[in-house]
């Protein structure tokens, strides 16, 4: 199919898998959301059992400091689960464990081989002054990164597209938000999700594209400041695009409502 439509080489494996990789984000973090809504629903139905239990021992609540005490407790559970069920928690947990998986297909195939192998350290062409482990550890390590940062603008992209329907626009407080300023240059619309998403694609394609270098004698002078280098972009465009923004409004508000009551 690749080649019938000009893709040869490391290009038939580049496309698919990177689409691959981008589709298994979107689907992890779509289950991520209808999970999330199941939690929130029991947590919802549990605050509205303890408002009527309140409400109906209002009195003894009043004389009774173990009570209140432990309506205290369970406040300060509920704000807790709310607080370690955010995007930046769970995208940061789900990037390390995607680069975990990079970095055993980059890194840990090579060292499983040669320590098996007991023929001696591998070089190659691309880079003969350096072993492949050594390549590949530094291949392991840029990438692990970058699955991090991919996946907390995914978690971005997807929350934006699930807030704002099509052609639906947010309130203008949150609108004006840090408009024009840096950390918000994607703004918080579907737009700028849609963006979000737009930019994870892109710049795993120029990273996998920029290891195909090695296929080429002393590839790895390219390959190599070029891989790193994309790290630092991605992740300067992460804290500019949407560093100030990132967590929706009612994680906000719950981090506020949480420290307010903890004081």
Same mark, same amino acid.
């Given at each position: 199919?690749?080649?019938?439509?000009?893709?040869?080489?490391?290009?038939?494996?580049?496309?698919?898998?990177?689409?691959?990789?981008?589709?298994?984000?979107?689907?992890?973090?779509?289950?991520?959301?209808?999970?999330?809504?199941?939690?929130?629903?029991?947590?919802?139905?549990?605050?509205?059992?303890?408002?009527?239990?309140?409400?109906?021992?209002?009195?003894? %609540? @009043?004389?009774?400091?173990?009570?209140? &005490?432990?309506?205290?407790? /369970?406040?300060? !559970?509920?704000?807790?689960?709310? #607080?370690?069920?955010?995007?930046?928690?769970?995208?940061?947990?789900?990037?390390?464990?995607?680069?975990?998986?990079?970095?055993?297909?980059?890194?840990?195939?090579?060292?499983?081989?040669?320590?098996?192998?007991?023929?001696?350290?591998?070089?190659?062409?691309?880079?003969?002054?350096?072993?492949?482990?050594?390549?590949?550890?530094?291949?392991?390590?840029?990438?692990?990164?970058?699955?991090?940062?991919?996946?907390?603008?995914?978690?971005?992209?997807?929350?934006?597209?699930?807030?704002?329907?099509?052609?639906?626009?947010?309130?203008?407080?949150? %609108? @004006?938000?840090?408009?024009?300023?840096? &950390?918000?240059?994607?703004? /918080?619309?579907? !737009?700028?999700?849609?963006?979000? #998403?737009?930019?994870?694609?892109?710049?795993?394609?120029?990273?996998?594209?920029?290891?195909?270098?090695?296929?080429?004698?002393?590839?790895?002078?390219?390959?190599?400041?070029?891989?790193?280098?994309?790290?630092?972009?991605?992740?300067?465009?992460?804290?500019?695009?949407?560093?100030?923004?990132?967590?929706?409004?009612?994680?906000?508000?719950?981090?506020?409502?949480?420290?307010?009551?903890?004081?």
């Amino acid at each position: 199919v690749f080649h019938s439509v000009g893709l040869l080489g490391p290009l038939a494996g580049i496309v698919p898998g990177v689409l691959a990789q981008f589709a298994f984000r979107c689907w992890f973090v779509t289950i991520y959301h209808r999970v999330e809504k199941a939690i929130q629903q029991s947590v919802e139905n549990q605050e509205a059992e303890d408002a009527q239990r309140t409400a109906s021992n209002e009195s003894a %609540l @009043r004389n009774d400091s173990s009570t209140n &005490g432990r309506d205290k407790t /369970n406040w300060t !559970e509920v704000a807790k689960l709310r #607080l370690e069920l955010n995007d930046a928690a769970c995208g940061i947990a789900a990037g390390v464990g995607f680069g975990g998986m990079h970095a055993i297909l980059l890194y840990g195939t090579l060292l499983a081989s040669e320590m098996t192998n007991n023929i001696g350290v591998l070089y190659q062409d691309s880079c003969p002054l350096m072993p492949s482990l050594a390549v590949s550890a530094v291949y392991a390590f840029c990438f692990s990164v970058l699955d991090i940062f991919w996946m907390l603008l995914t978690f971005f992209g997807m929350r934006r597209r699930r807030m704002y329907h099509r052609g639906e626009r947010p309130p203008s407080q949150v %609108l @004006r938000e840090h408009e024009g300023q840096a &950390g918000a240059y994607l703004g /918080n619309t579907r !737009e700028g999700g849609n963006m979000a #998403l737009l930019s994870v694609l892109a710049t795993h394609f120029l990273a996998s594209i920029f290891t195909t270098a090695d296929y080429f004698k002393f590839g790895c002078i390219v390959s190599l400041p070029a891989t790193g280098v994309m790290v630092l972009f991605v992740a300067y465009w992460f804290w500019v695009g949407v560093g100030k923004i990132y967590m929706p409004p009612e994680d906000d508000e719950a981090v506020h409502d949480y420290n307010q009551h903890d004081d």
